[in-house]
């Protein structure tokens, strides 16, 4: 049922003579426990935990997790390094997200929130038993400092994110306020919400911007106890945490002690992880879910693996061009390009059928553009006539497609025309343009996995003349090429959630084409797609979001930026049968930091491991 969100602390009201909590007088002022970017919450003020977690869930016991590559860093708020797995758990936010919602925040460190009716600005009000693991209460000047040196030497995803703020300042003794620029932004109440809050005291005299392998100061629910560089690295369950048993925790970090144990590649990872040397795995290999688990584990029921569902949306997978080098400017070569990728075999042949081919940025939700434009849509697109394909108007959007058997030549001959008419032609096998140029690139890869993929899609382009190369580096070195832009094709993945807002910038806004660690992987420039950002983050509610959201898929779609690739609508999982965990699955899909270690199951798996001499 859902249930309006009105605290004890006010309801909305008019004010008239007098300001109320800072706020001006005249404004109509709401303060809660939470925020819906849309519509009502569905938890009330005195709800007692989220309906998809155990609030008696035990805690304790150990679970371990095993990473890929390596990391030098402890601070994964800097462009600088390679941050560790779980680095970020030692952190609590302003606010924390509910996973059966679309995008609703409640209070964690905040105790309130308080907008105005047209979010020109928010309040939080912390708690007052808010702390760190030193002891020293969370403050006013914690939160400042933290929004302010992350605008300035964190990762230029924050310079975008919260670009549209224009003021942080102390309000009162636990209250701070952030003011925005002009112009709707309804999401900015929110994503400020999930801010992760830093000392002052612990950071002043350290150099932020720098790697560093000490244990910082946190005030989550788990503290970096061990750390092996580049190896391994273990956090423990804060006993006392000043959270513990807020109703937006209860039910949660369940675990004693979490570790993550590194290997070098993805191979190595999974005979770990069949052998026993950590618990639980996300699998993102539709060969290995296919054919890695047939073993005597699994047949023993000692080894479960499990398919959850989820709604959330799939965003977008697929190789991504960087328009940033002249060969992929035209959005004829990248429109040709996209032929010689055959889905349809590689499905049947490569991925066991498990997957759907994508055809959205925004996939499994409703946010994603099918058919033609509406007329809303229409509305929102038509100042944009002239500046966008024209086929955002006229055709619905499909990447090409083939009958599975491999034998692509009219794709290919589709593709050859497009080049030809970019001015790219064969000559002496070799296609190339005017100047001599050879059509060449390098996809790059971060993982061997792909390799297998990538060799038909590179065979394919060699019958239109492409010279292509494939390269795959380690995870340190992979990285540092994308945060400085050093590719020409990568395999990306875009997510997305249920409410799409100010990341989009980040993703597709010209102004982070040029920043170095930034997420515009692919440097648009665009200015009609700058327009339907801003659109879709000053949306009033939601079926204008929704309207807006499709309006930019369509030009997304059509501007032939990256070659879908696939998607499942599930969560492929696999663990050692030691867990226990909630009945309900939220609309976001599996959580598990929603689960817990069983020890009757523990104990069980122990005495079959033994008894096996496994």
């Known amino acids: 049922?859902?249930?309006?969100?009105?605290?004890?602390?006010?309801?909305?009201?008019?004010?008239?003579?007098?300001?109320?909590?800072?706020?001006?007088?005249?404004?109509?002022?709401?303060?809660?426990?939470?925020?819906?970017?849309?519509?009502?919450?569905?938890?009330?003020?005195?709800?007692?935990?989220?309906?998809?977690?155990?609030?008696?869930?035990?805690?304790?016991?150990?679970?371990?997790?095993?990473?890929?590559?390596?990391?030098?860093?402890?601070?994964?708020?800097?462009?600088?390094?390679?941050?560790?797995?779980?680095?970020?758990?030692?952190?609590?936010?302003?606010?924390t997200p509910a996973?059966?919602?679309?995008?609703?925040?409640?209070?964690?460190?905040?105790?309130?929130?308080?907008?105005?009716?047209?979010?020109?600005?928010?309040?939080?009000?912390?708690?007052?038993?808010?702390?760190?693991?030193?002891?020293?209460?969370?403050?006013?000047?914690?939160?400042?400092?933290?929004?302010?040196?992350?605008?300035?030497?964190?990762?230029?995803?924050y310079r975008f994110y919260y670009g549209s703020v224009e003021k942080v300042e102390k309000t009162g003794e636990r209250s701070v306020r952030f003011s925005f620029s002009p112009g709707e932004n309804r999401e900015l109440p929110l994503i400020l919400g999930q801010l992760s809050i830093l000392p002052k005291h612990y950071w002043e005299g350290r150099d932020f911007d720098k790697t560093t392998l000490e244990a910082p100061l946190g005030s989550g629910p788990y503290r970096i106890s061990e750390v092996d560089a580049g190896r391994s690295i273990k956090l423990e369950r804060v006993e006392d945490y000043w959270g513990k048993d807020l109703a937006v925790i209860k039910g949660q970090n369940n675990f004693g002690t979490i570790s993550y144990d590194y290997y070098r590649d993805a191979g190595v990872l999974l005979e770990a992880f069949k052998a026993g040397e950590f618990d639980y795995r996300s699998e993102n290999s539709s060969k290995a879910w296919a054919t890695a688990y047939d073993f005597k584990a699994v047949h023993e029921g000692l080894l479960i693996q499990d398919t959850i569902s989820h709604q959330r949306s799939t965003g977008m997978q697929g190789f991504a061009f960087n328009t940033r080098r002249d060969l992929f400017k035209d959005s004829r070569v990248r429109h040709a390009l996209s032929y010689a990728f055959d889905f349809e075999w590689s499905n049947d042949h490569l991925f066991y059928g498990q997957y759907k081919r994508t055809r959205s940025y925004f996939d499994n939700s409703e946010l994603a553009a099918t058919g033609l434009p509406s007329a809303a849509e229409?509305?929102?697109?038509?100042?944009?006539?002239?500046?966008?394909?024209?086929?955002?108007?006229?055709t619905e959007f499909s990447p090409p497609a083939s009958d599975g058997s491999g034998n692509v030549r009219k794709n290919l001959r589709k593709a050859g025309k497009l080049l030809r008419d970019a001015g790219w032609t064969v000559k002496d096998g070799k296609r190339v343009n005017s100047a001599g140029q050879e059509l060449a690139f390098e996809i790059l890869l971060v993982s061997p996995l792909f390799e297998r993929i990538v060799l038909p899609f590179t065979q394919n382009l060699e019958k239109l003349g492409v010279i292509v190369t494939v390269r795959t580096v380690d995870s340190a070195q992979?990285?540092?090429?994308?945060?400085?832009?050093?590719?020409?094709?990568?395999?990306?993945?875009?997510?997305?959630?249920?409410?799409?807002?100010?990341?989009?910038?980040?993703?597709?806004?010209?102004?982070?084409?040029?920043?170095?660690?930034?997420?515009?992987?692919?440097?648009?420039?665009?200015?009609?797609?700058?327009?339907?950002?801003?659109?879709?983050?000053?949306?009033?509610?939601?079926?204008?979001?929704?309207?807006?959201?499709?309006?930019?898929?369509?030009?997304l779609q059509w501007g032939h930026w990256m070659i879908p690739q696939w998607h499942i609508a599930y969560d492929r999982i696999a663990y050692w049968d030691m867990f226990g965990r909630p009945d309900i699955v939220p609309t976001r899909g599996n959580q598990i930091f929603a689960w817990w270690v069983d020890p009757v199951k523990l104990e069980a798996l122990n005495q079959k491991r033994s008894s096996s001499g496994g």
């Open 1 to 95: 049922m859902i249930k309006k969100a009105i605290t004890t602390l006010s309801v909305l009201v008019m004010l008239t003579t007098v300001s109320v909590g800072g706020a001006v007088a005249g404004e109509d002022v709401t303060t809660s426990h939470g925020i819906a970017m849309h519509g009502d919450l569905k938890y009330s003020v005195d709800f007692t935990n989220f309906d998809y977690v155990n609030p008696d869930a035990p805690k304790g016991g150990l679970v371990r997790f095993g990473a890929q590559g390596s990391y030098d860093s402890l601070n994964p708020f800097i462009v600088n390094g390679t941050s560790a797995s779980g680095a970020g758990f030692i952190y609590d936010s302003l606010t």
């Open 99 to 157: 996973a059966d919602e679309p995008f609703s925040q409640y209070g964690l460190l905040a105790e309130s929130i308080t907008t105005p009716a047209d979010r020109s600005w928010v309040e939080f009000t912390l708690r007052p038993e808010a702390r760190w693991h030193d002891g020293v209460s969370v403050s006013v000047e914690d939160v400042i400092w933290t929004f302010n040196t992350l605008r300035e030497q964190g990762r230029p995803f």
């Open 378 to 394: 229409l509305a929102v697109l038509e100042p944009y006539r002239g500046q966008i394909p024209d086929e955002v108007f006229t």
């Open 478 to 555: 992979y990285v540092r090429r994308l945060d400085t832009f050093d590719y020409d094709m990568i395999v990306h993945n875009v997510g997305q959630s249920l409410s799409p807002g100010n990341e989009q910038r980040s993703y597709w806004g010209s102004g982070a084409a040029s920043m170095e660690g930034g997420r515009n992987l692919i440097g648009i420039q665009n200015a009609a797609i700058d327009g339907l950002i801003e659109t879709l983050i000053a949306a009033p509610d939601r079926t204008a979001l929704v309207t807006a959201t499709r309006a930019l898929d369509r030009v």
